[in-house]
């Protein structure tokens, strides 16, 4: 099975393996397929050689060896027979307290791993990854001529596993300059740099397999390739052809650890904006918008009578920035400060990148009609809410009853099912008491437990609401109905069908 990780420093005890993938194989098909006039389209040759270009960008790749203090394992003298030849020399060696030259198991010692990075500017800034530098003690970075300075970390952003570093040097280094990876597309020419298996400076070419691959963080846009990329290329470039960076070498996915053509570059787009803060502030001021999301699908576009299926849906807006601004929950942002955004991933990203403090344009889509409101962010990492979501006004339902609805058996909230599911005591909606499996409701994850608390957008207390709701999407010709569901407290939109 393969596994996903890091491009990493070398013999790093730190860094284990992240999550294993599943390993998708593709099997042919024959199919019978009427084929349209094929398009007349010219294929760019590979480069006679990358000699010019290697020789042009190297002085600026720099290979990072860091140190760091690690306890000592507590294992003990290794067990050999008695008589052994070997057990006189584990005695010299270990010595009598069982640790080298006689310190003792438990003595630290020191650890050594190695990465890569690259040179920003000519007074010695660096970029590289944090993982290659985390915990460190004594950074040193050598570069192509061979010369080594000591560097100092100036700050570092885990979110997308970037660190810049500073160098002394009595004279101008040479650096290079980060480019558009918005305008790589796939099959373009890169070539990516480094320090793999600690061989010193390497140079290995690819193409861009894939654009906007996303691993585990929320900010994740990196670029695949097939150029070969291996353990100590992490934090090393990927160049363009014209010898600008637009990607930083972090992970590969690979069964042995070995490159087999499947690596990951952060885009440099995410990284240059990251840097930037990194060595105006020594950390990162992320926009913060305040608000629950999710993506809005073909069938909650078609609950929602929206034109395409585009956009971010609010499920919950906490006490916040878009509370003040007036965003409510159902709105579907359709852009931020100018930006079109197509999911939660572009919206999230495009907030972290505006103005924090300031006042930017979101164009939503509420109950059918576009408007465009004015939102002051905040800032994700100090501003960011972390207590519960408000309740809902409290109301009081109906005598309990329970009915069966879009293959969901369902009943008020009252006072003992409140009690039952630790909700609030200010809880309204319609509490889930099982689930028919073979119904869509199941197909879509609703379990009993769940609280429906709006559908068509509107709030529901008892159950002659729904029915109500669902009545009116038939009658207005409508294929589904949107509801809105709490589980532990989380929102999420669900749309099922009514037909």
């Given amino acids: 099975m393969p596994h996903l990780s890091s491009a990493q420093t070398l013999g790093h005890p730190r860094f284990a393996p992240a999550r294993a993938p599943r390993l998708l194989l593709a099997l ?54 008695p008589g052994s030849p070997f057990e006189d020399f584990f005695k010299d060696f270990m010595g009598p307290n069982g640790g080298p030259n006689g310190q003792g198991g438990n003595a630290p010692q020191r650890s050594e791993a190695l990465g890569s990075g690259f040179v920003i500017s000519n007074d010695g ?58 305008k790589m597309r796939v099959g373009d020419w890169v070539l990516a740099m ?42 090393g470039p990927l160049f363009n052809m014209d010898g600008q960076v637009i990607g930083v070498n972090t992970a590969i996915l690979s069964p042995s650890g070995g490159s087999i053509g499947i690596g990951f ?5 995410v990284v240059a904006h990251v840097v930037d803060q990194l060595k105006e502030f020594g950390e990162t001021r992320r926009g913060w918008l305040g608000v629950r999301i999710q993506d809005v699908t073909t069938d909650v576009a078609e609950a929602m009578n929206l034109a395409a299926a585009s956009g971010a849906l609010i499920t919950d807006v906490p006490d916040g920035p878009a509370k003040d601004g007036g965003l409510q929950a159902g709105d579907v942002i359709l852009s931020f400060n100018g930006a079109t955004i197509k999911d939660v991933r572009s ?13 930017v344009p979101v164009l939503i889509n509420r109950a059918g009609a576009e408007q465009t409101l004015q939102i002051k962010l905040g800032r994700r990492e100090t501003d960011e809410a972390s207590g519960p979501l408000p309740a809902a006004q409290k109301k009081t339902p109906a005598a309990p009853e329970t009915a069966e609805v879009l293959g969901l058996t369902l ?33 879509k994850g609703v379990a009993p437990g769940d609280v429906i608390v709006e559908a068509g957008q509107q709030k529901v207390l008892q159950l002659s609401d729904l029915q109500d709701r669902v009545t009116e999407a038939k009658d207005a010709g409508r294929k589904s109905i949107l509801l809105l569901i709490r589980r532990s407290g989380d929102p999420r939109f669900v749309a099922l069908s009514v037909q």
Avoid: W
Wanted: hydrophobic fraction near 40%; proline fraction near 5%; charged fraction near 20%.
């Fill in 28 to 81: 042919g098909l024959g199919l019978g397929l009427a084929l349209a006039p094929a398009l007349r389209v010219e294929a760019r040759g590979a480069p006679e050689s990358f000699a010019d270009l290697a020789e042009q960008i190297s002085p600026s790749v720099v290979n990072i060896t860091t140190t760091s203090v690690v306890a000592a394992s507590t294992g003990g003298v290794p067990m050999v027979p």
């Fill in 125 to 182: 800034f660096i970029v590289t990854n944090n993982h290659v530098i985390e915990g460190a003690d004594d950074i040193e970075v050598e570069f192509f001529g061979g010369k080594k300075l000591k560097a100092k970390l100036v700050g570092t952003d885990l979110k997308t596993d970037i660190a810049v570093l500073k160098v002394e040097s009595p004279e101008a280094l040479p650096f290079v300059a980060f480019g558009d990876s918005n």
């Fill in 194 to 235: 480094g320090n793999p298996l600690g061989q010193g400076f390497s140079v290995s070419s690819g193409i861009i397999s894939a654009r906007g691959r996303e691993l585990n963080g929320a900010y994740d846009d990196f670029l695949q390739t097939d150029a070969a990329i291996n353990k100590g290329n992490s934090g």
């Fill in 265 to 269: 570059s952060m885009s440099s787009n």
């Fill in 347 to 359: 919206l999230t990203r495009t907030v972290a990148d505006a103005p924090i403090g300031q006042e």
């Fill in 411 to 443: 009943v008020p909230l009252d006072a003992k099912a409140i009690k039952d599911l630790g909700l609030d005591a200010t809880a309204t909606g319609l509490a889930v008491t099982r689930v028919d499996q073979s119904s869509e409701a199941a197909d």
